[in-house]
């Protein structure tokens, strides 16, 4: 699931089928990512594949008959990690939803090797969590510096944080004086707020 392993499938698919793919990674820039996804979407386009990172999960409409995962793990910084069992879920997921043109949904894996691993995360129950993790997105940050146009990105976040309210107990504003300006736009996405997992 990297950006890097993307780009090489989509070429390796188009070369040995007669299909196009669209392409969905976490540094696209989000109105690249949402042209891709509408081209994927329009069944009058030749384009009928989407090779894909695990930001398939989020933020996106697509209509998605069968998901295919090549790997079952993920690039967190300058490690690979298994995908957990909710991370597994929320990309298998995509496929098949309700409303969309595919109501029922095909999850498998390329490799046969990795097919009962699958089903294993695919079985497990997924973590509970008490509250979440909310941060600004990058388009959040982007309106919210056109406010203030010579302050630099630090004291854009600091003073976000200060005048954000959450009226919820489910909720919570993410302590982003730990977080590296790199971390935070990578897992940023098109949408109001990110659902970040914290790792302690």
């Keep these: 699931f990297s950006r890097m392993k993307v780009l090489p499938l989509r070429k390796t698919v188009e070369r040995v089928t007669k299909h196009k793919c669209a392409v969905v990674y976490g540094s696209l820039p989000a109105a690249t990512r949402i042209t891709q996804a509408q081209q994927f979407n329009d069944p009058e386009s030749d384009v009928n594949i989407l090779v894909a990172t695990d930001?398939?999960?989020?933020?996106?409409?697509?209509?998605?008959?069968?998901?295919?995962?090549?790997?079952?793990?993920?690039?967190?910084?300058?490690?690979?990690?298994?995908?957990?069992?909710?991370?597994?879920?929320?990309i298998a997921g995509r496929a098949g939803r309700y409303g969309s043109k595919y109501p029922l949904g095909e999850v498998t894996t390329l490799s046969s090797d990795t097919y009962n691993e699958l089903l294993e995360l695919m079985s497990k129950d997924a973590t509970t969590l008490e509250a979440a993790g909310i941060a600004p997105s990058v388009e959040q940050m982007e309106v919210f510096s056109k406010r203030l146009p010579a302050a630099k990105f630090s004291h854009l976040l600091?003073?976000?944080?200060k005048i954000a309210r959450i009226d919820s107990d489910l909720y919570f504003l993410c302590d982003l004086s730990k977080q590296e300006v790199g971390h935070l736009l990578k897992r940023s996405f098109c949408g109001m707020f990110y659902l970040l997992e914290l790792v302690e």
């Design 158 to 161: 600091s003073l976000f944080c």
């Design 55 to 90: 930001a398939v999960g989020m933020g996106l409409n697509l209509n998605i008959r069968r998901m295919i995962f090549t790997r079952l793990e993920k690039r967190d910084g300058d490690v690979v990690i298994q995908l957990t069992p909710s991370q597994c879920k929320q």
